[in-house]
DNA sequence: CAACACCAATTGG
DNA sequence: CCAATTGGTGTTG
C-alpha cells in the first residue's frame, strides 16, 4: 500500500510583514505555524513535516489567520486558538518552557537548559524543530551573551520579532 | 534495535 | 580565535 495515509491537514496562507505565514491545523487544533518568502516555499516546509498527509487549503481559518497576524503586530494580544504542536516529550518540555518567557524577555539556551535539567545543545535542537513560529517564543531564545544565535526561519524575522517585542506600549 | 551524522551552544586552550 | 565536548533527534544499516 501507498505510504500510511494521514487525517488530512487544513492550512491557509497569508501574507504579513515578515513574509508568508502559513498555518496549518487538524481536529486537534493548531499543529503548524511556518513562515516562508513565497506560498510555494511555505507548503514545501509544510509537506516536509508532514510527509503523506493530505494538504487541503481551509479559508475557513482566515479568522483564525487574523489573530495570528494581529499577534505579529501586538505580542501581548490574545490567542484563542488550541495549540496541538507535535513533538517528543522533551520537545514538548522546551516548548511549554518557552511560553513562560515574557514579551520583550530573553533567555539564554544555557539557562533554559538548567532550568530543564538538560544541556544546552539539546536545547537548541528542541527549538529548532518548533512548528509553531511566533506561538512558541523560540525567537526569545539567544546565546549566553545575549547575542542572537540562530533562528529557522532566519535570523532576520528573529531580529525583527524580538524588536517589535521591546516596542514600549505605552510611550516609555 | 544499533550506529552515525547533524546542530539555533558552551567552555577551555 | 579554534577545538573538543555534550544531548537529543532523524536517518540508515
Not at 505555524?33 to 493530505?54: C, I, K, M, N, T
Not at 505580542?75 to 516529550?89: C, E, I, M, R
Amino acid at each position: 500500500m501507498a505510504a500510511a495515509l494521514r487525517p488530512p491537514l487544513a492550512y491557509h496562507l497569508a501574507e504579513s510583514p515578515l513574509g508568508w505565514v502559513l498555518l496549518a491545523a487538524d481536529a486537534s487544533g493548531l499543529r503548524a505555524l511556518l513562515l516562508a518568502d513565497s506560498p510555494e516555499a511555505a507548503l514545501e516546509e509544510l509537506a516536509q513535516r508532514f510527509v503523506g498527509a493530505a494538504l487541503v487549503a481551509e479559508p475557513s481559518l482566515s479568522g483564525d489567520m487574523a489573530q495570528i497576524l494581529r499577534r505579529l503586530e501586538q505580542p501581548d494580544s490574545p490567542l484563542d486558538l488550541p495549540l496541538a504542536p507535535a513533538g517528543t516529550p522533551f520537545q514538548q518540555r522546551v516548548w511549554q518552557a518557552l511560553g513562560e518567557i515574557a514579551a520583550g524577555q530573553t533567555v539564554s539556551y544555557a539557562a533554559l537548559a538548567a532550568r530543564l535539567g538538560s544541556h544546552p545543545r539539546a536545547v537548541a535542537r528542541a527549538c529548532a524543530s518548533n512548528p509553531l513560529a511566533v506561538l512558541i517564543p523560540c525567537h526569545r531564545v539567544v546565546n549566553s551573551r545575549g547575542q542572537l544565535a540562530g533562528y529557522r526561519w532566519g535570523l532576520a524575522r528573529k531580529a525583527a520579532l524580538l524588536a517589535r517585542e521591546r516596542q514600549p506600549l505605552a510611550g516609555a
